[in-house]
């Protein structure tokens, strides 16, 4: 159990497109989600949380307006990242949360790695 | 600030000898505590938790947890190269948030 799956798992975009990445909990009903970011060789980096139904929290200094968060389900996140620049170029992870009624464990999809020309 | 404090290695043990990696954290109102790994290019993965002061075996590894100074490890005996890896620490805060450690390198030589 406890399978979560993102994606695209690769995608590589033109400077100023949108990019939507999706996060499923394929067995098990997600009450909270998770997105990450993380550069080469540098620890995971907390962009926002959603809870499913509600408005994401996002972390300081970042930008709601760009990365658009949705939690429509229980079982389906997606990130919107809006006017990519080459700057946004990253591994994006999310997790999931919610297993057996905690939201302590975090279950961790495979990543999106994100190139923007 | 809650924190989780990590040595960043690399930690580099000959193969089948016992790698110890070690995490502090801040927050005394802690209760659970995790370990993750996570492969160069790849995401986490959960590797096993611990609540309760002592130890918690799981196969290769062992969770040591000293709540009294703040401290929980992890024992990985019997290293293989293919437990090369980044290992993170993480401990949920309450309110949905988990803090992770920057996470230590670990490299086991053939």
């Known amino acids: 159990g406890a399978v979560v799956s993102q994606h695209p798992s690769r995608v590589i975009c033109k400077s100023g497109t949108s990019v939507k990445i999706e996060c499923r909990s394929l067995?098990?009903?997600?009450?909270?989600m998770f997105w990450y970011r993380q550069f080469p060789k540098q620890s995971l980096m907390l962009m926002a949380t959603?809870?499913?139904?509600?408005?994401?929290?996002?972390e300081q200094g970042v930008e709601k307006d760009k990365f658009l968060i949705n939690h429509a389900s229980l079982t389906l996140s997606t990130l919107t990242v809006t006017s990519a620049h080459p700057e946004d170029s990253s591994f994006y992870i999310c997790?999931?949360?919610?297993?057996?009624?905690?939201?302590?464990?975090?279950?961790f999809g495979p990543g999106t790695r994100l190139t923007v020309l | 600030q809650k924190e989780v404090e990590q040595n960043s290695g690399p930690l580099s043990v000959p193969e089948g000898a016992i790698a110890s990696l070690n995490c502090t954290y801040s927050?005394?109102?802690?209760?659970?505590f995790f370990w993750y790994r996570q492969y160069s290019g790849k995401s986490p993965e959960l590797i096993m938790f611990i609540y309760s002061n002592g130890d918690k075996e799981d196969g290769r590894f062992t969770a040591q947890l000293n709540k009294a100074s703040q401290y929980v490890s992890l024992l990985i005996r019997d290293s293989q190269p293919s437990d090369s890896a980044t290992y993170l620490c993480a401990v949920p805060t309450g309110g949905f948030k988990t803090i992770f450690g920057a996470g230590t390198r670990l490299f086991v030589k053939a």
């Open positions: 067995d098990f009903q997600a009450t909270t």
């Open positions: 927050d005394r109102g802690s209760q659970s």
């Open positions: 997790s999931a949360a919610g297993l057996a009624g905690t939201t302590d464990t975090q279950y």
């Open positions: 959603s809870n499913e139904g509600s408005k994401a929290t996002y």
